[in-house]
């Protein structure tokens, strides 16, 4: 055996997919370096959602390039959302590149191992869990997308909706717990479609969904709180919502893109909803969890947006006051419905115009948002430390249920990551709150 190298670009799914290749080439015999000077084998696990993050792994297959020239018994994959069904492109732009790997595809990654098919074949990887001792842990639950977004890359590269069954995640997830997890991330590209490509269950005629899943891994002694990432209104019904708010773990946290606020913009995304729609399940979870933090994603600037639509969007996005929205210009993407069919014809300038009037926008609402909390007490789980401006004290970095991002001052050793801590807010910014240490609560909070 030797030593491997993986590099990771993207969502949380990749991050989870190189966990769980770095377990299993662990579990080989294959020990990891930092460095992919020192690797016998490198694997970039790649992000095709935007044009920037497939011009971040040509550069790095552009240095890998040397290192391989230098050494030809280097191993060298590509794996994640840049390989499509068809890879003839890739071979000839990277010819250096041994194998090519669709997402999820850890056996074809292993191909070029040549390792005897009883070590990682079969059931191999279906029993490999990403093992390192973290207190934060993402879990893919349902792999894929058939939503078909006509901008979306997505649902090409990673395939249609494959759900895991329940046990196998609530395996995973006592696994991580074992190890000192205290918060799991349930993923999905639309994560609410959990259990729609499976049969029903037994004796009935419902498939398992979200809820269920919750519910079984809710069981789990030591696990403080369970969050889900990321929604699309059409799948959440209203069972998958009361039963969330009826489970005291799963957090008051929603990411759900609405991407347009704007019908006619919606209808030429195929994005399967209307604002109206969109705003009535806004307000069911608010209706359960009143105060549930909401993060939303807008892209400006897609094919045929004109002005007017753009400002319903901005007037959406007043009206509903996420506490956070993640803007991006629409930049087209190969072989997508709309880079066939939709010209990309709103000028950059204009684009990068209505982005900067979101960002705007939403500033002012988050920080009246977060303004609203001071003086308030949340329980954060801490997540990051580091030296503090004075001896012996240390800088802490949380997040509460909600995913406010929380800064407080500790004694130096007091907290480990992944603690629960009771903490008064005393400064609010548009970003993230300040706040000060007001007692650890034992056991963890619950709702
Ligand atoms: S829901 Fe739409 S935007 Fe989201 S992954 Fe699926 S196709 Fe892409």
Not at 84 to 95: D, M, Q, W
């Given at each position: 055996m030797g030593s491997y190298y993986i590099w990771t670009v993207g969502c949380q799914v990749n991050v989870a997919d190189s966990g769980k290749l770095a377990a299993g080439l662990r579990r080989l015999g294959w020990e990891p370096t930092d460095q992919a000077e020192d690797a016998d084998f490198i694997v970039l696990n790649t992000c095709a959602i935007r044009q920037q993050a497939e011009d971040k792994a040509a550069n790095k297959l552009g240095a890998i390039r040397f290192l391989k020239e230098a050494n030809p018994a280097i191993r060298v994959a590509v794996m994640g959302c840049t390989v499509?069904?068809?890879?003839?492109?890739?071979?000839?732009?990277?010819?250096f590149v041994d194998v090519f790997a669709q997402p999820q595809r850890f056996d074809k990654v292993l191909s070029v191992l040549d390792l005897p098919d009883e070590d990682s074949g079969g059931e191999f990887w279906p029993a490999v869990f990403p093992d390192e001792a973290t207190p934060f842990a993402y879990v893919p639950?349902?792999?894929?997308?058939?939503?078909?977004?006509?901008?979306?890359?997505?649902?090409?590269?990673?395939?249609?909706?494959?759900?895991?069954?329940?046990?196998?995640?609530?395996?995973?997830?006592?696994?991580?717990?074992?190890?000192g997890t205290r918060e799991v991330t349930l993923l999905g590209q639309t994560v609410?479609?959990?259990?729609?490509?499976?049969?029903?269950?037994?004796?009935?005629?419902?498939?398992?969904?979200?809820?269920?899943?919750?519910?079984?891994?809710?069981?789990?002694?030591?696990?403080?709180?369970?969050?889900?990432?990321?929604?699309?209104?059409?799948?959440?019904?209203?069972?998958?919502?009361?039963?969330?708010?009826?489970?005291?773990?799963?957090?008051?946290?929603?990411?759900l893109p609405v991407q347009a606020g704007d019908d006619e913009t919606l209808e030429r995304m195929k994005r399967g909803y209307t604002v109206a729609e969109f705003r009535e399940r806004v307000a069911k979870i608010r209706s359960l969890m009143p105060e549930v933090g909401i993060s939303t994603d807008v892209i400006v600037g897609s094919p045929?947006?004109?002005?007017?639509?753009?400002?319903?969007?901005?007037?959406?996005?007043?009206?509903?006051?996420?506490?956070?929205?993640?803007?991006?210009?629409?930049?087209?993407?190969?072989?997508?419905?709309?880079?066939?069919?939709?010209?990309?014809?709103?000028?950059?300038?204009?684009?990068?115009?209505?982005?900067?009037?979101?960002?705007?926008?939403?500033?002012?609402?988050?920080?009246?948002?977060?303004?609203?909390?001071?003086?308030?007490?949340?329980?954060?789980?801490?997540?990051?430390?580091?030296?503090?401006?004075?001896?012996?004290?240390?800088?802490?970095?949380?997040?509460?249920?909600?995913?406010?991002?929380?800064?407080?001052?500790?004694?130096?050793?007091?907290?480990?990551?992944?603690?629960?801590?009771?903490?008064?807010?005393?400064?609010?910014?548009?970003?993230?709150?300040r706040g000060a240490i007001v007692a650890q609560p034992e056991p963890a909070l619950t709702r």
């Open positions: 499509g069904p068809r890879t003839e492109e890739l071979s000839e732009r990277f010819p639950v349902v792999e894929g997308c058939d939503k078909f977004c006509t901008y979306c890359i997505v649902p090409l590269r990673r395939g249609r909706e494959r759900s895991r069954s329940i046990d196998e995640v609530r395996h995973e997830v006592e696994a991580h717990v074992a190890r609410e479609a959990y259990g729609k490509d499976q049969p029903p269950v037994e004796g009935g005629t419902d498939h398992a969904d979200l809820f269920d899943l919750m519910s079984a891994i809710h069981e789990i002694e030591g696990l403080q709180r369970i969050r889900q990432l990321t929604s699309y209104p059409p799948d959440m019904t209203d069972r998958i919502l009361e039963g969330m708010a009826s489970l005291p773990k799963v957090c008051e946290s929603f990411s045929g947006e004109t002005d007017a639509q753009f400002r319903n969007t901005c007037r959406l996005l007043e009206e509903l006051r996420f506490d956070k929205v993640h803007v991006a210009a629409y930049s087209e993407r190969a072989g997508t419905f709309a880079a066939r069919h939709q010209p990309d014809d709103v000028p950059q300038e204009e684009k990068m115009e209505r982005l900067h009037t979101i960002e705007e926008i939403q500033k002012r609402i988050a920080f009246e948002i977060n303004h609203e909390l001071w003086g308030r007490r949340f329980e954060v789980l801490v997540e990051a430390l580091k030296a503090g401006r004075e001896p012996g004290v240390e800088r802490l970095t949380g997040r509460t249920r909600t995913a406010k991002l929380v800064h407080f001052d500790a004694p130096q050793g007091v907290y480990r990551l992944g603690d629960a801590v009771e903490v008064e807010i005393n400064r609010t910014y548009p970003w993230s709150l």
